[in-house]
């Protein structure tokens, strides 16, 4: 099958992990690509790649956006994932959806913790997957294609769930 990519955090305990080894389970090629690792690349000093978890280094995103074009131009992934907080900017999403057909969001978070800069870029995704049900309807009701996701280790107590039943659960932690 296809290559796959995924772009967040390649931290050993990330849910990224899961989610590659759930697709490779269904013999996909995976590779994590560490967005935040690439921006680091290009950012001379270690104590302004420490300062880059609070302020942004323009120069250093837009150089990250343009190696993984180039990257996935070259490559042609079957699927792009992104997950939750990247800073891919929407002409980086577009030309990924030129040269790929599924360019997915993965939201695993409240909605609360989502930021302008993230809301604004989901309508240039193909689809939203999150792993809240009043996320998705959140989502399209502003007109976004979106669809609930388990977690990718959580198969035993999703097996015969169904995210559109009527009955609510006694506690919502989205």
Known sequence: MGKIYILGSASQFGMERSYKKALESLNYEVEIFDFNQCVNSYIPYKFFQKLGAYIDFNSA???????????????????????????????????FKSICKNVIFYWPDSIVNMNNNIFNNLRHYHIIYTHSLENVRIFQKNGLKSEWLPFAGDVLSTINYDAFQTHHPEYDFS
């Open 61 to 95: 995103i837009v150089k990250a956006n343009h190696f993984i074009s180039k990257k996935f131009f070259l490559e042609k992934p079957h699927a792009i994932i992104i997950f939750t907080h990247v800073k891919i900017y929407p002409g980086t999403l577009e030309y």
